[in-house]
């Protein structure tokens, strides 16, 4: 992969960790410093990407095997590779994602069962093994993330918007292997990925994601 001007940040943690409100946080306080900012999401991101992510989080698909789910995920991120994120990143933009390879490690290859390596040689020939310059994993408590993400998309159902319960439906034996495979992830590549305990209110959250980003990321130019 050829050197990249920009910074390519991910978010990742369970669903109801917090990381939709704090991905907007760190991108007014970035845009306050005058950057560039582009926000985007997995799956998604693309208009085939959103067209994968109907498919893949619509509770009717809860019948798909393991490996149907790993392979959109990669068909999604592939795209939203080439199409937003490269280009962003040739640009000197920076590119606040919510979720990326470490969410499909996390849910398909510990979640599913499918083990890292798939999912780690997928994204060496799909991906050109690309990896962000900072991952900010949003650490909190299993129950309390879950219901919160449960009762969202309810919500979010009930009031007309498209259902994305499908993960939501799994069981705790399930999350429990995915927020052990994102806490692996952390102990293999402390350099990259960043612990953010986010047991407090979001602004307390805030803080620390922009005093780490600060800390681990040269400070970026003014125009």
Same mark, same amino acid.
């Given at each position: ?6 910074k390519?940040i991910?978010f990742?943690?369970?669903?109801g960790s =917090?990381?939709? !409100?704090?991905?907007?946080?760190l991108?007014?306080? @970035?845009?306050?410093?005058? #950057?560039r900012?582009?926000? +985007?999401?997995? $799956?998604g991101?693309t208009?085939? =990407?959103?067209?994968?992510?109907k498919?893949l989080?619509?509770?009717a698909?809860?019948n798909w095997s393991?490996? !149907?789910?790993?392979?959109l995920m /990669?068909?999604?991120r592939t795209q939203?590779l080439r199409e937003?994120?490269?280009p962003?990143?040739?640009? =000197?933009?920076?590119?606040?994602c919510?979720?990326f +390879?470490?969410?499909?490690?996390a849910?398909?290859?510990g979640?599913?069962? @499918?083990?890292?390596e798939p999912?780690a040689?997928l994204?060496? %020939?799909?991906c050109d093994n690309?990896?962000?310059?900072l991952t900010l @994993?949003?650490?909190?408590? @299993? ?5 919160r ?7 979010t159902?009930a009031a =007309?918007? $498209?259902?994305?319960n499908r993960?939501e ?5 399930? /999350?429990?292997r995915?927020y052990?495979a994102f806490?692996a992830?952390?102990?293999r590549?402390p350099q990259? #990925? ?5 047991r407090? !209110?979001?602004?307390?959250?805030h803080r620390?994601?922009?005093?780490? %980003?600060?800390e ?5 130019k003014s125009?």
């Amino acid at each position: 992969m050829s050197i990249l001007r920009g910074k390519f940040i991910t978010f990742e943690g369970l669903d109801g960790s =917090g990381k939709s !409100t704090q991905i907007e946080m760190l991108a007014n306080a @970035l845009r306050a410093d005058h #950057v560039r900012v582009h926000l +985007t999401r997995e $799956p998604g991101g693309t208009e085939l =990407g959103e067209s994968i992510r109907k498919l893949l989080l619509n509770s009717a698909t809860s019948n798909w095997s393991a490996n !149907t789910e790993l392979a959109l995920m /990669f068909a999604a991120r592939t795209q939203h590779l080439r199409e937003l994120i490269l280009p962003a990143l040739a640009a =000197g933009h920076y590119v606040l994602c919510d979720r990326f +390879t470490d969410s499909t490690e996390a849910y398909q290859g510990g979640g599913r069962q @499918l083990g890292r390596e798939p999912v780690a040689a997928l994204h060496k %020939v799909l991906c050109d093994n690309l990896q962000p310059d900072l991952t900010l @994993l949003l650490d909190c408590d @299993l129950s309390a993330s879950l219901n919160r993400a449960r009762h969202r998309n309810l919500v979010t159902s009930a009031a =007309g918007h $498209p259902d994305e319960n499908r993960f939501e439906q799994e069981n705790w034996e399930f /999350f429990s292997r995915v927020y052990d495979a994102f806490h692996a992830i952390a102990r293999r590549e402390p350099q990259r #990925v960043a612990l953010i305990d986010a047991r407090g !209110t979001a602004e307390e959250t805030h803080r620390k994601i922009l005093a780490t %980003v600060r800390e681990r990321l040269p400070a970026p130019k003014s125009p």
